[in-house]
């Protein structure tokens, strides 16, 4: 099994619904990260959560929310989807800040 | 905003010939680490070298770090068909507080 499993892996859906992406992991991290992919820009750091009881704001978090529901969960939701929002969506953990990150295999979000 | 920025943008080598990727980031790090992506997958941790380390091997790659020019170089030797992906640099900045910023990575192709 995979160490960080995001769900679902494809999503189409229309502009203005609310959607949920999730992701849990199985190595025991405390830290976990949200980003967006888009073709030709890299990753952007959507949200951060060092534990439970701490999230933080990324380079990109407007029009994003987020959940750490317990340490081996964090959910990413986009309240009102718009368009510009399609892209791909990765979650990863972490040990510490300084050590290597570990990613799931991604969420294809598209919106129409 | 990105730190790290790789060059070339892409790379087409043939099988058995070596593969040369730079990095260059502009404010001092903690450490710098390397990625591959496969396409549709996650970003997969290649390697990590530390600020006070020049050049790290792990099997056939080779990465050097010249802190002086805020550069960094990542070999593959004997590239192999299944080497081709993207290939990303994220720094850790100072602080206990960082996070790895990802540059928008090269794309390799190694031609069997």
């Known amino acids: 099994d995979a160490d960080v499993t995001q769900t679902p892996r494809n999503r189409i859906t229309k502009t203005g619904k609310r959607i949920m992406l999730e992701c849990s992991q199985t190595?025991?991290?405390?830290?976990m990260y949200w980003y967006r992919q888009d073709p030709g820009l890299g990753l952007q750091l959507i949200y951060y959560?060092?534990?439970?009881?701490?999230?933080n704001k990324g380079e990109i978090s407007d029009g994003y929310s987020v959940s750490r529901q317990a340490q081996a969960k964090f959910s990413l939701s986009l309240e009102s989807a718009i368009p510009n929002q399609t892209a791909l969506y990765f979650c990863?953990?972490?040990?510490?800040?300084?050590?290597?990150?570990?990613f799931g295999d991604g969420t294809r979000l598209s919106i129409l | 905003s990105q730190q790290g920025e790789e060059d070339p943008q892409a790379l087409s080598i043939q099988e058995g010939e070596n593969a040369t990727m730079n990095c260059s980031y502009k404010?001092?790090?903690?450490?710098l680490q390397w990625y591959r992506q496969n396409s549709g997958r996650g970003l997969v941790h290649l390697i990590l070298?530390?600020?006070?380390?020049r050049e790290k091997h792990s099997g056939r790659l080779r990465v050097t770090l010249d802190t002086s020019k805020k550069s960094s170089s990542l070999l593959i030797t004997a590239s192999r068909a299944a080497d081709t992906a993207s290939y990303f640099c994220?720094?850790?900045?100072?602080?206990?507080?960082?996070?790895?910023?990802f540059g928008k990575g090269i794309t390799l192709s190694v031609r069997p």
């Open positions: 959560s060092f534990d439970v009881k701490d999230i």
């Open positions: 994220a720094t850790d900045g100072l602080g206990a507080n960082s996070k790895l910023t």
């Open positions: 404010t001092s790090i903690n450490n």
């Open positions: 070298i530390r600020s006070n380390e």
């Open positions: 190595k025991g991290h405390d830290r």
């Open positions: 990863a953990t972490s040990r510490s800040g300084s050590q290597p990150q570990h």
